[in-house]
């Protein structure tokens, strides 16, 4: 059985789903190749989210918040140091930033990379899971599909996503991210931990880790619109 049969089986994706890109001129751009499994995983899914957690950057996307060929790898790669840089403790990265390529957000904020060694070989690369471009670092010795289906089954534990990421089951829900309409920068820009000391200061019952509820986050939003 493939990665892919597998997710598939656990996490049905939608009965219809955007035309396939164009791999060979997104490659050309990128001036890399990308591995085939994340290919079958545009073509079989499309845009959208899953377990309403992790979104896989697509290619032309049109936001650039989640557009593989966007602007976004290259600004996380570099924002990785510049982060590491000015912390009061830096913390040492599992791999040079250059070697990797984001290509998944969390609504956490986690961002997703590629490992891109070796870099000729790209259906071996491995996948990079960082808690808003600071430490901790995990990484899986796996492909994306295969990552998926770790995280997806339970079988894998992504310590800095929620416990109860399943407690719904393994889903699959599409977006309108291959649509002409604007998308909205995620909620990502902002570490999680600035909204957990503020929703704790305002007397918000907060764990530690998992899934901020989207009511603390609007309320964020809300007050640092108004302070704008």
């Not at 503020?198 to 918000?204: I, L, N, P, T």
Request: hydrophobic share 40%.
């Amino acid at each position: 059985m493939t990665a892919l049969t597998a997710l598939t089986a656990l996490c049905p994706p939608p009965p219809t789903v955007p035309p396939a890109p164009d791999w060979s001129r997104i490659e050309a751009a990128l001036g890399m190749n990308l591995p085939q499994d994340y290919k079958q995983l545009v073509a079989t899914y499309g845009p959208g989210q899953f377990c309403d957690f992790i979104t896989l950057y697509q290619p032309h996307a049109p936001s650039e918040w989640a557009d593989l060929t966007g602007p976004m790898p290259a600004r996380l790669r570099t924002q990785i140091e510049e982060v590491r840089q000015t912390a009061r403790h830096p913390w040492a990265l599992p791999h040079p930033p250059e070697d990797l390529f984001a290509m998944g957000v969390t609504g956490n904020g986690d961002y997703l990379f590629w490992v891109t060694q070796p870099a000729g070989t790209p259906d071996e690369w491995t996948v990079a899971v960082n808690e808003a471009l600071r430490a901790p670092w995990y990484i899986y010795d796996g492909s994306l599909t295969e990552f998926l289906v770790a995280t997806l089954s339970g079988t894998t534990h992504i310590p800095m996503f929620p416990k109860d990421l399943l407690e719904h089951g393994a889903t699959f829900t599409p977006s309108a991210l291959h649509s002409n309409t604007p998308v909205a920068a995620p909620r990502t820009s902002v570490s999680t931990r600035t909204i957990r000391d503020w929703a704790r200061a305002h007397g918000y019952d907060l764990p530690e880790r998992g899934r901020i509820p989207i009511e603390i986050i609007q309320a964020w939003e809300q007050e640092n619109s108004n302070n704008a």
